[in-house]
């Protein structure tokens, strides 16, 4: 591999300033590691290079989706167009239909770069246009079709195998062909960015198409990968959270000067105050109440908060759990007894507890009175509530008696929002109505998330 023309120094701070930029924590020392680890590591093995950086920077696995394609542009494997073949798409996937039989990565990477320069272009060169899209390569491409004539080229097993032991390998085979596809498919987005960065700037394509971080994209865009990886992360996020509550906990313990106290201590210091005397505010564990959406896009976004309030349940003296669409229902014990199977949280409640009516669409307004009618006797003043959902009535009416009735016996009511404060009260939102009565918060991803729950959780 051979040094970047701006330096392999420009290259390393350029990087760390993307990883930054994307919501990673690295600092100075962090920095200084990685420019050791590259000076003992050398240029020669880019894979070494890339494993010394990620060990050097990286303080969790998770963070290796945002790493791995941002080095990839700050340490690219070459630089200008690939050798070009002959353009004849056919010819390229038959070429690829072998070179995914023998798995041989160095020629996979010669046939992404020819796929995108050959099917990847688009604009007009010259006039500042031009680019490469790896969309565009696969659409053309298509080499997720290619799974049957890939399995035929490995198909040698012997012939006396038993039917069900020939079954189980075919299932296999057939796992690790479509992973060698998905890897090509990634071969090609990395060469489709790294063809654009040389040239727009590294920096700038570093930035805006690398997907960020799990915990930093948005709960309403999150795919199921995503949010399976944002589950993974909740007892992890939970211990974190229960460490801050704690400290707080210990800190409001201490409670106002006693003043009496204080000056009746003074005496033996010559009426000098020298150690006042705190009023030590008695021990009572909060409630809390969770009133969440479990409504289409919303559902993702109240799932993941619910099993992260579940995580810190020791942390309260009581905590219930009700979800809505347009009907409300009590979920606290399908949420205690179903922590072996996180992902299907979501499923469970739809199918066991009555959240909808006579239709499937969110109704904030029946819903709320529902919850005031029914369940109110679960807020009292030592109760803090929080309601989870986007505000978005489908045109029916907002109910704020109902939510004000609620708040007037709570302790206090918290409305987290996953959407973004420009979309509420446009069309059916009636965001700022609601806010009006109770705290709203923008709550878009699970770093905004955590950051409100510190802050927000009763002590």
């Excluded at 390393?12 to 050791?36: F, M, Q």
């Excluded at 905004?448 to 802050?455: D, H, N, W």
């Amino acid at each position: 591999m051979t040094a970047p023309p701006d330096g392999v120094t420009g290259r390393i701070t350029g990087l760390v300033k993307t990883l930054r930029s994307h919501g990673l924590r690295i600092g100075p020392g962090e920095t200084v590691d990685a420019a050791a680890a590259l000076e003992a590591l050398g240029l020669a093995d880019r894979e070494r290079v890339r494993e010394g950086l990620a060990a050097a920077l990286l303080h969790r696995e998770s963070q290796r989706a945002v790493f791995d394609p941002v080095f990839d542009l700050y340490f690219p494997a070459g630089v200008g167009a690939p050798v070009r073949g002959d353009g004849d798409r056919d010819a390229l996937r038959e070429r690829l239909v072998a070179a995914l039989a023998a798995d041989d990565q160095a020629l996979l990477a010669q046939l992404a770069g020819e796929a995108v320069d050959g099917f990847g272009g688009y604009g007009s060169p010259g006039q500042g246009g031009d680019g490469w899209s790896s969309y565009q390569t696969l659409s053309r491409l298509r080499p997720e079709t290619l799974l049957a004539r890939v399995l035929a080229a490995l198909r040698a097993g012997p012939a006396e195998q038993g039917a069900d032991r020939a079954a189980f390998t075919e299932r296999l085979l057939a796992d690790e062909v479509r992973r060698r596809i998905e890897g090509f498919r990634a071969r090609v987005g990395t060469e489709a960015r790294r063809r654009v960065a040389e040239r727009r700037g590294t920096e700038e394509i570093a930035r805006r198409a690398v997907a960020p971080s799990a915990d930093r994209v948005d709960f309403l865009l999150a795919g199921r990968g995503q949010l399976d990886e944002l589950r993974r992360a909740v007892h992890p996020l939970a211990r974190k959270l229960a460490t801050r509550l704690a400290a707080r906990r210990r800190r409001a313990a201490h409670g106002s000067i006693d003043l009496r106290r204080t000056l009746r201590g003074s005496l033996s210091t010559g009426g000098v105050p020298m150690r006042p005397v705190l009023r030590r505010r008695r021990p009572a564990r909060p409630e809390l109440v969770l009133l969440c959406d479990v409504s289409g896009s919303v559902a993702g976004f109240a799932n993941f908060t619910m099993l992260l309030v579940q995580a810190l349940h020791d942390q309260f003296g009581k905590v219930r759990v009700f979800a809505f669409v347009n009907r409300v229902d009590e979920v606290t014990d399908l949420l205690a007894h179903g922590g072996t199977d996180p992902a299907g949280l979501g499923a469970r409640i739809l199918d066991e507890a009555t959240v909808t009516g006579w239709h499937s669409s969110s109704d904030y307004g029946t819903s709320l009175g529902e919850f005031a009618e029914r369940y109110v006797d679960a807020v009292g003043p030592r109760s803090t509530v929080f309601v989870l959902g986007d505000a978005r009535t489908n045109m029916s009416a907002p109910n704020l008696p109902a939510l004000r009735h609620i708040a007037d016996r709570a302790r206090r009511v918290y409305w987290l929002n996953p959407e973004g404060r420009g979309q509420w009260s446009s069309g059916d939102s009636a965001a700022y109505a609601y806010s009006e009565l109770v705290e709203m918060h923008e709550c878009r991803n699970a770093q905004q998330l955590s950051r409100l729950i510190a802050r927000l959780l009763p002590v």
